[in-house]
């Protein structure tokens, strides 16, 4: 059994979107269980549910990028894991994040850097996409391909700005969200199993 934690922000709607899909594809990796929660909830190192991320094997961080950036709620997370970075609580567990925004590309990679950055101090182990460019040759559509913009990092998903959450980001974005947390918890359960 492996105990995977989501943690993120959504603005509106469309992260929190992304975060569903990449727990179905984790929750397909038998062994895999998978709790969400809101980063919202996580702001300050004095209350929230720390001693549960403590105990969870890995942590998917996701956040929208907001002007080439993590979102401010999103921040204020990365600061109050202070109290866990004191103590050494994650050191050695899977890491690996999620980003969502407007654009195509919007600069996510650096919203991917900041939490691939926050998992480094953490002494934690980042795993990235494994996933191959999605769009890169004229033969391919890039409404229909998986990982278009081909992140590998982390997982970039882009919701059209006119458009609410029920409707946006895209089946394809939504697939390779599935795909991204299943290779997460795959990864993670056989860290865990290495382990014992």
Known sequence: MAKIAI????????????????RIGAARAEGAEVTFYKADALTSPEAGPWEELAAADAIIFGAPTY??????????FQDATSKPWFSHA???????GFTNS???????????LQMA??????GMIWVGTGMMPGY?????????????????????????????????????????????????AETTLRWVRGKA
């Open 90 to 96: 994650w050191k050695d567990k899977i890491a690996a």
């Open 7 to 22: 943690v993120y922000h959504s603005g509106y709607g469309h992260t929190a979107k992304v975060a569903e899909h990449v």
């Open 67 to 76: 002007m080439g950036s993590a979102s401010a709620v999103f921040k204020q």
């Open 136 to 184: 890169n040759a004229s033969t391919k559509d890039i409404n229909a391909v998986h990982n278009r913009v081909s992140f590998t990092i982390g997982l970039g998903t882009q919701s059209l700005t006119d458009k609410s959450a029920e409707e946006t980001p895209d089946r394809f974005d939504l697939e390779t969200a599935e795909q991204f947390g299943q290779r997460v």
């Open 117 to 122: 950055t926050l998992a480094a101090q953490h």
């Open 102 to 112: 407007g654009s195509l590309y919007g600069d996510k990679s650096t919203t991917l």
